[in-house]
Protein backbone atom coordinates (compact mmCIF):
# COMPACT_ATOMS: atom_id res chain seq x y z
CA UNK A 1 0.00 0.00 0.00
CA UNK A 2 1.23 3.48 -1.02
CA UNK A 3 2.93 5.49 2.37
CA UNK A 4 1.46 8.86 2.68
CA UNK A 5 3.37 11.66 4.46
CA UNK A 6 1.63 15.22 5.21
CA UNK A 7 3.89 18.52 4.79
CA UNK A 8 1.03 20.78 5.27
CA UNK A 9 0.39 21.44 1.80
CA UNK A 10 0.15 18.81 -0.51
CA UNK A 11 1.16 14.94 -0.53
CA UNK A 12 3.99 13.33 -2.68
CA UNK A 13 5.05 9.94 -2.80
CA UNK A 14 7.91 8.69 -1.72
CA UNK A 15 10.54 5.81 -3.33
CA UNK A 16 9.19 3.01 -1.40
CA UNK A 17 5.85 4.05 -1.86
CA UNK A 18 6.59 3.53 -6.11
CA UNK A 19 7.68 0.19 -4.87
CA UNK A 20 4.82 -1.26 -3.21
CA UNK A 21 2.71 -0.20 -6.10
CA UNK A 22 4.16 -1.80 -8.74
CA UNK A 23 3.79 -4.85 -6.18
CA UNK A 24 -0.14 -4.60 -5.85
CA UNK A 25 -0.70 -4.15 -9.95
CA UNK A 26 1.73 -7.19 -10.76
CA UNK A 27 -0.42 -9.47 -7.69
CA UNK A 28 -3.87 -7.63 -9.47
CA UNK A 29 -2.83 -8.75 -13.06
CA UNK A 30 -2.27 -12.78 -11.82
CA UNK A 31 -6.06 -12.21 -9.65
CA UNK A 32 -7.62 -11.11 -12.98
CA UNK A 33 -5.69 -14.14 -14.59
CA UNK A 34 -6.99 -17.08 -12.11
CA UNK A 35 -10.55 -15.34 -12.43
CA UNK A 36 -10.94 -16.29 -15.61
CA UNK A 37 -9.19 -19.64 -15.60
CA UNK A 38 -12.07 -20.93 -13.32
CA UNK A 39 -15.17 -18.95 -14.86
CA UNK A 40 -14.34 -21.28 -18.33
CA UNK A 41 -14.19 -24.56 -15.73
CA UNK A 42 -17.29 -23.85 -14.22
CA UNK A 43 -21.05 -25.56 -15.47
CA UNK A 44 -23.82 -22.93 -15.04
CA UNK A 45 -26.46 -24.52 -12.30
CA UNK A 46 -29.75 -25.60 -14.39
CA UNK A 47 -32.62 -23.60 -13.43
CA UNK A 48 -35.37 -25.44 -11.45
CA UNK A 49 -38.65 -23.92 -13.10
CA UNK A 50 -41.13 -22.76 -10.58
CA UNK A 51 -43.91 -25.45 -10.90
CA UNK A 52 -41.53 -28.38 -10.00
CA UNK A 53 -40.66 -26.55 -6.78
CA UNK A 54 -44.23 -26.46 -6.20
CA UNK A 55 -44.60 -30.22 -6.79
CA UNK A 56 -42.52 -31.35 -4.09
CA UNK A 57 -43.66 -29.60 -1.87
CA UNK A 58 -47.30 -30.95 -1.87
CA UNK A 59 -45.96 -34.26 -2.67
CA UNK A 60 -44.44 -33.92 0.92
CA UNK A 61 -46.19 -36.50 3.20
CA UNK A 62 -46.32 -35.26 6.93
CA UNK A 63 -48.51 -36.53 9.58
CA UNK A 64 -50.56 -34.61 11.63
CA UNK A 65 -51.75 -35.64 14.68
CA UNK A 66 -55.35 -36.18 15.25
CA UNK A 67 -57.72 -37.08 18.88
CA UNK A 68 -58.41 -40.34 17.66
CA UNK A 69 -54.78 -41.68 17.17
CA UNK A 70 -53.80 -40.02 20.30
CA UNK A 71 -53.12 -42.40 23.28
CA UNK A 72 -56.22 -41.86 25.83
CA UNK A 73 -54.25 -41.53 29.64
CA UNK A 74 -57.75 -42.21 30.71
CA UNK A 75 -58.29 -45.68 29.71
CA UNK A 76 -57.90 -48.56 32.07
CA UNK A 77 -55.67 -51.69 30.88
CA UNK A 78 -56.88 -54.84 31.30
CA UNK A 79 -54.90 -58.13 32.02
CA UNK A 80 -55.90 -61.85 32.76
CA UNK A 81 -56.81 -63.10 36.22
CA UNK A 82 -56.86 -66.55 37.30
CA UNK A 83 -59.30 -68.07 39.72
CA UNK A 84 -60.41 -71.69 40.59
CA UNK A 85 -63.85 -72.47 40.01
CA UNK A 86 -63.60 -73.71 44.20
CA UNK A 87 -62.99 -69.65 44.53
CA UNK A 88 -66.84 -68.90 43.19
CA UNK A 89 -68.10 -69.38 47.18
CA UNK A 90 -65.34 -66.65 47.98
CA UNK A 91 -66.02 -62.78 47.98
CA UNK A 92 -68.54 -60.66 49.25
CA UNK A 93 -71.35 -60.93 46.71
CA UNK A 94 -71.04 -64.52 47.36
CA UNK A 95 -75.32 -66.31 47.75
CA UNK A 96 -75.80 -68.24 50.33
CA UNK A 97 -79.98 -69.40 50.83
CA UNK A 98 -82.23 -72.08 50.60
CA UNK A 99 -80.54 -73.54 47.31
CA UNK A 100 -77.04 -72.57 46.94
CA UNK A 101 -75.34 -73.62 50.38
CA UNK A 102 -71.39 -72.84 51.48
CA UNK A 103 -68.54 -73.68 53.57
CA UNK A 104 -67.06 -72.91 57.04
CA UNK A 105 -64.81 -70.24 56.96
CA UNK A 106 -60.76 -70.97 57.82
CA UNK A 107 -59.26 -67.52 58.09
CA UNK A 108 -60.16 -63.93 58.12
CA UNK A 109 -62.33 -63.78 60.65
CA UNK A 110 -61.61 -61.12 63.52
CA UNK A 111 -63.49 -60.38 66.96
CA UNK A 112 -65.98 -57.74 66.90
CA UNK A 113 -65.65 -56.70 70.33
CA UNK A 114 -62.10 -55.98 70.02
CA UNK A 115 -63.08 -54.29 66.37
CA UNK A 116 -65.73 -52.04 67.83
CA UNK A 117 -65.67 -48.17 69.29
CA UNK A 118 -67.34 -46.67 72.66
CA UNK A 119 -71.14 -46.46 70.58
CA UNK A 120 -72.12 -49.74 70.39
CA UNK A 121 -71.89 -53.11 72.39
CA UNK A 122 -71.80 -56.44 71.58
CA UNK A 123 -73.45 -59.35 73.48
CA UNK A 124 -70.50 -61.33 73.40
CA UNK A 125 -66.38 -61.70 72.65
CA UNK A 126 -67.10 -64.40 70.60
CA UNK A 127 -69.55 -63.14 68.20
CA UNK A 128 -66.76 -62.35 64.97
CA UNK A 129 -66.74 -61.44 61.18
CA UNK A 130 -64.40 -61.17 58.42
CA UNK A 131 -62.05 -58.31 59.13
CA UNK A 132 -63.46 -55.57 56.60
CA UNK A 133 -67.13 -56.24 57.90
CA UNK A 134 -66.11 -55.56 61.01
CA UNK A 135 -64.19 -52.49 60.13
CA UNK A 136 -67.52 -50.86 57.66
CA UNK A 137 -69.86 -52.11 61.09
CA UNK A 138 -67.57 -50.47 63.40
CA UNK A 139 -67.68 -47.05 61.12
CA UNK A 140 -71.50 -47.40 60.38
CA UNK A 141 -72.01 -47.16 64.03
CA UNK A 142 -69.73 -44.29 64.18
CA UNK A 143 -71.68 -42.48 61.67
CA UNK A 144 -75.04 -43.79 63.65
CA UNK A 145 -74.13 -41.89 66.80
CA UNK A 146 -72.89 -38.78 64.97
CA UNK A 147 -75.92 -38.60 63.63
CA UNK A 148 -78.72 -39.57 66.29
CA UNK A 149 -76.48 -39.55 69.37
CA UNK A 150 -77.62 -43.09 70.67
CA UNK A 151 -75.49 -45.76 71.99
CA UNK A 152 -77.85 -48.67 72.70
CA UNK A 153 -77.44 -50.68 69.19
CA UNK A 154 -76.02 -53.97 70.46
CA UNK A 155 -74.51 -56.98 68.21
CA UNK A 156 -76.15 -59.64 68.75
CA UNK A 157 -74.74 -62.20 66.08
CA UNK A 158 -71.98 -62.78 63.48
CA UNK A 159 -70.51 -65.50 61.95
CA UNK A 160 -71.59 -69.32 62.53
CA UNK A 161 -70.14 -72.48 61.91
CA UNK A 162 -72.38 -75.44 60.41
CA UNK A 163 -72.39 -77.02 63.11
CA UNK A 164 -73.70 -73.97 64.95
CA UNK A 165 -76.24 -73.89 62.40
CA UNK A 166 -77.18 -76.98 63.06
CA UNK A 167 -77.92 -76.47 66.71
CA UNK A 168 -79.82 -73.00 66.07
CA UNK A 169 -81.95 -75.08 63.18
CA UNK A 170 -82.18 -78.10 64.98
CA UNK A 171 -83.80 -76.22 67.84
CA UNK A 172 -86.17 -73.93 66.23
CA UNK A 173 -87.63 -76.79 64.42
CA UNK A 174 -89.16 -78.19 67.42
CA UNK A 175 -90.31 -75.09 68.87
CA UNK A 176 -93.06 -72.80 67.63
CA UNK A 177 -91.10 -69.54 68.77
CA UNK A 178 -90.28 -69.28 65.14
CA UNK A 179 -91.39 -68.75 61.56
CA UNK A 180 -90.51 -72.10 59.52
CA UNK A 181 -89.23 -69.63 56.84
CA UNK A 182 -86.72 -68.32 59.85
CA UNK A 183 -83.74 -70.79 60.57
CA UNK A 184 -81.58 -71.97 57.65
CA UNK A 185 -80.81 -75.45 57.97
CA UNK A 186 -76.35 -75.82 57.99
CA UNK A 187 -74.54 -74.53 55.28
CA UNK A 188 -77.13 -72.28 53.84
CA UNK A 189 -77.45 -69.39 56.62
CA UNK A 190 -76.08 -66.20 55.90
CA UNK A 191 -74.28 -66.17 58.78
CA UNK A 192 -72.38 -68.34 57.33
CA UNK A 193 -70.42 -66.16 55.22
CA UNK A 194 -68.59 -63.90 57.60
CA UNK A 195 -70.50 -60.89 56.47
CA UNK A 196 -73.84 -60.80 58.14
CA UNK A 197 -74.44 -59.71 61.78
CA UNK A 198 -77.98 -58.84 63.59
CA UNK A 199 -78.81 -56.14 66.14
CA UNK A 200 -81.31 -55.47 69.07
CA UNK A 201 -81.73 -52.59 71.37
CA UNK A 202 -80.02 -52.91 75.01
CA UNK A 203 -80.22 -50.39 77.43
CA UNK A 204 -80.30 -50.54 80.97
CA UNK A 205 -80.28 -54.57 81.14
CA UNK A 206 -83.41 -54.68 79.53
CA UNK A 207 -83.06 -55.70 75.57
CA UNK A 208 -85.79 -55.06 72.89
CA UNK A 209 -86.45 -55.99 69.13
CA UNK A 210 -84.88 -54.06 66.79
CA UNK A 211 -87.44 -52.78 64.23
CA UNK A 212 -86.01 -49.63 62.08
CA UNK A 213 -88.57 -47.38 63.04
CA UNK A 214 -87.82 -43.67 64.54
CA UNK A 215 -84.10 -42.80 64.92
CA UNK A 216 -83.17 -46.23 64.18
CA UNK A 217 -84.34 -45.67 60.51
CA UNK A 218 -81.34 -44.33 59.90
CA UNK A 219 -79.40 -47.05 59.77
CA UNK A 220 -81.35 -48.64 57.33
CA UNK A 221 -81.37 -45.76 55.29
CA UNK A 222 -77.63 -45.18 55.31
CA UNK A 223 -76.25 -49.10 55.67
CA UNK A 224 -75.95 -48.93 51.87
CA UNK A 225 -72.74 -45.61 52.80
CA UNK A 226 -70.90 -48.67 54.29
CA UNK A 227 -71.22 -51.00 52.29
CA UNK A 228 -74.18 -53.54 54.08
CA UNK A 229 -77.43 -54.09 52.92
CA UNK A 230 -80.51 -55.23 54.83
CA UNK A 231 -80.46 -58.88 53.49
CA UNK A 232 -84.18 -60.07 53.86
CA UNK A 233 -86.70 -56.90 53.47
CA UNK A 234 -90.22 -57.59 54.33
CA UNK A 235 -91.41 -57.05 50.52
CA UNK A 236 -88.95 -59.83 49.29
CA UNK A 237 -89.77 -63.15 51.26
CA UNK A 238 -91.15 -64.38 47.91
CA UNK A 239 -87.31 -64.03 46.30
CA UNK A 240 -85.44 -64.44 49.53
CA UNK A 241 -87.57 -67.41 50.97
CA UNK A 242 -87.01 -66.06 54.42
CA UNK A 243 -89.63 -64.18 56.49
CA UNK A 244 -88.46 -60.33 56.92
CA UNK A 245 -85.68 -59.71 59.41
CA UNK A 246 -85.09 -55.73 59.53
CA UNK A 247 -82.25 -56.78 62.10
CA UNK A 248 -80.21 -58.28 59.96
CA UNK A 249 -77.31 -56.86 57.97
CA UNK A 250 -75.01 -57.78 55.24
CA UNK A 251 -71.64 -56.30 54.16
CA UNK A 252 -71.68 -56.76 49.91
CA UNK A 253 -69.49 -53.67 49.10
CA UNK A 254 -70.37 -50.14 48.33
CA UNK A 255 -71.31 -49.89 45.35
CA UNK A 256 -73.59 -53.01 45.31
CA UNK A 257 -75.16 -52.12 48.46
CA UNK A 258 -75.69 -48.61 46.64
CA UNK A 259 -77.26 -50.11 43.50
CA UNK A 260 -79.42 -52.36 45.81
CA UNK A 261 -80.76 -50.02 48.17
CA UNK A 262 -81.29 -47.01 45.21
CA UNK A 263 -83.23 -49.74 43.46
CA UNK A 264 -85.17 -51.86 45.45
CA UNK A 265 -82.90 -54.59 44.74
CA UNK A 266 -82.43 -57.77 47.46
CA UNK A 267 -79.38 -59.77 46.51
CA UNK A 268 -81.10 -62.45 44.79
CA UNK A 269 -82.46 -59.71 42.20
CA UNK A 270 -79.14 -58.24 41.87
CA UNK A 271 -76.98 -61.27 41.36
CA UNK A 272 -79.88 -62.08 38.27
CA UNK A 273 -79.51 -58.43 37.07
CA UNK A 274 -75.50 -58.48 37.14
CA UNK A 275 -75.30 -61.47 34.20
CA UNK A 276 -76.76 -58.85 31.65
CA UNK A 277 -73.43 -56.92 31.74
CA UNK A 278 -69.96 -58.52 30.56
CA UNK A 279 -66.25 -57.15 29.94
CA UNK A 280 -67.33 -57.54 26.07
CA UNK A 281 -70.21 -55.52 26.20
CA UNK A 282 -72.40 -53.04 28.43
CA UNK A 283 -71.03 -52.55 32.33
CA UNK A 284 -73.14 -51.48 34.83
CA UNK A 285 -71.97 -48.77 36.20
CA UNK A 286 -72.94 -46.98 39.59
CA UNK A 287 -72.16 -44.03 41.43
CA UNK A 288 -71.66 -43.89 44.91
CA UNK A 289 -72.62 -41.74 47.83
CA UNK A 290 -69.48 -39.58 47.62
CA UNK A 291 -69.62 -39.34 43.84
CA UNK A 292 -67.32 -42.07 43.12
CA UNK A 293 -68.10 -43.57 40.09
CA UNK A 294 -67.61 -47.60 39.79
CA UNK A 295 -68.15 -49.94 37.10
CA UNK A 296 -68.87 -54.00 37.15
CA UNK A 297 -69.48 -56.71 35.04
CA UNK A 298 -70.60 -60.41 35.14
CA UNK A 299 -67.89 -63.18 33.89
CA UNK A 300 -69.49 -66.69 33.67
CA UNK A 301 -67.06 -69.35 34.84
CA UNK A 302 -66.73 -71.69 32.09
CA UNK A 303 -63.43 -73.44 31.65
CA UNK A 304 -61.77 -76.41 29.52
CA UNK A 305 -58.78 -76.40 32.29
CA UNK A 306 -58.31 -79.68 34.08
CA UNK A 307 -56.97 -77.28 37.38
CA UNK A 308 -60.59 -75.90 37.08
CA UNK A 309 -58.92 -72.32 36.17
CA UNK A 310 -60.99 -69.44 35.30
CA UNK A 311 -59.29 -66.42 32.90
CA UNK A 312 -61.06 -63.55 33.85
CA UNK A 313 -60.65 -59.87 32.57
CA UNK A 314 -59.42 -57.29 35.28
CA UNK A 315 -57.93 -53.75 35.56
CA UNK A 316 -54.18 -54.14 35.86
CA UNK A 317 -53.43 -50.97 37.07
CA UNK A 318 -55.95 -50.08 39.39
CA UNK A 319 -57.88 -51.63 42.82
CA UNK A 320 -60.13 -54.10 41.84
CA UNK A 321 -62.20 -56.81 43.25
CA UNK A 322 -63.29 -60.23 42.26
CA UNK A 323 -66.33 -61.65 43.59
CA UNK A 324 -67.65 -65.32 43.38
CA UNK A 325 -71.29 -65.68 43.19
CA UNK A 326 -71.76 -69.12 44.58
CA UNK A 327 -74.23 -69.84 41.68
CA UNK A 328 -72.05 -69.66 38.21
CA UNK A 329 -70.05 -66.48 37.88
CA UNK A 330 -67.88 -63.83 38.83
CA UNK A 331 -68.24 -60.44 39.64
CA UNK A 332 -65.71 -57.47 39.20
CA UNK A 333 -65.60 -54.38 40.26
CA UNK A 334 -63.45 -51.38 40.08
CA UNK A 335 -63.30 -47.16 40.68
CA UNK A 336 -62.92 -45.59 36.95
CA UNK A 337 -61.74 -42.54 38.67
CA UNK A 338 -64.44 -40.66 37.30
CA UNK A 339 -66.75 -38.52 39.89
CA UNK A 340 -70.09 -37.16 39.86
CA UNK A 341 -72.46 -34.96 42.15
CA UNK A 342 -73.41 -37.22 44.90
CA UNK A 343 -76.91 -36.83 45.53
CA UNK A 344 -77.54 -35.52 49.20
CA UNK A 345 -79.57 -37.43 51.35
CA UNK A 346 -80.54 -36.49 54.70
Request: aromatic letters at 10%; one cysteine or more.
Amino acid sequence: MAEYRSSGKELRKSPKGVIAGGILFILVLFGIYGAIRIARNINPLPTVPQSSVEQQTTDVDIPIPSETTAPDENKIIFSYEARFLTDLAKGDLILVNREHETSDLSEGLVSVYEKRNPHYSVRSTDIKLLEHAATALSDMMQGFYDATGHEDVQVTGGYRTKSEQKKLHDKDSVTDNHSPDRTAAAGHSDHETGLAFDINLYSDGVAAEFDGTGDYAWLTEHCADYGFIQRYPADKVEQTKFSAEPWHFRYVGIPHAVYMTENGLCLEEYLTLLRNYSYEGERLQITDHLGQVYETFYVTAETEDEAGIVEIPAPSDIAHTISGDNTGGFIVTYATGETKTAAVTE
